[in-house]
C-alpha cells in the first residue's frame, strides 16, 4: 500500500506561478512512476506529467514548456512546477503514484484568474 499526500497549489493569475508537492510513503521501493493528473469542473480527469523511476519525464501538450515535473532527493517525492498559468489551468491536480498499481491523493486546488 502506498499513501500519497499532495500539498501546495491556491491561487494566482494568469502568467504567474505556483508549485505543487506531493509525498507518498508506505511501499515507497516499489514506486515506478509518480505523476499529476488534473479535473476541471465539468470535465474528465488529464493526464498533466509523469516522472519514472528512471528519471524520464513527459508532459501533456497543453503544459509542455510551461510545467516542470521532478523528482525530490527522496525519490519517494515529486513537484510540478507551474510557470506562465493560464485561466484554462484551473483544476483539482492530483497526484499519481504508480507502485504498480495505482494510488491517488486528495487532490489539491489551482485557480488562475485572468
Known amino acids: 500500500q502506498v499513501q500519497v499526500v499532495e500539498s501546495g497549489g491556491g491561487s494566482a493569475q494568469a502568467g504567474g506561478s505556483l508549485r505543487l508537492s506531493c509525498a507518498a510513503s508506505?511501499?515507497?521501493?516499489?514506486?515506478?512512476?509518480m505523476g499529476w493528473y488534473r479535473q476541471a469542473p465539468g470535465k474528465q480527469r488529464e493526464w498533466v506529467a509523469v516522472v519514472t523511476s528512471g528519471g524520464s519525464t513527459n508532459y501533456a501538450d497543453s503544459v509542455k514548456g510551461r510545467f516542470t515535473i521532478a523528482r525530490g532527493n527522496a525519490r519517494n517525492t515529486v513537484y510540478l512546477q507551474m510557470n506562465s498559468l493560464k485561466p484554462e489551468d484551473t483544476a483539482v491536480y492530483y497526484c499519481n503514484v504508480v507502485a504498480p498499481n495505482s494510488y491517488w491523493g486528495q487532490g489539491t486546488q489551482v485557480t488562475v484568474s485572468s
Open positions: 508506505g511501499s515507497i521501493s516499489s514506486i515506478r512512476a
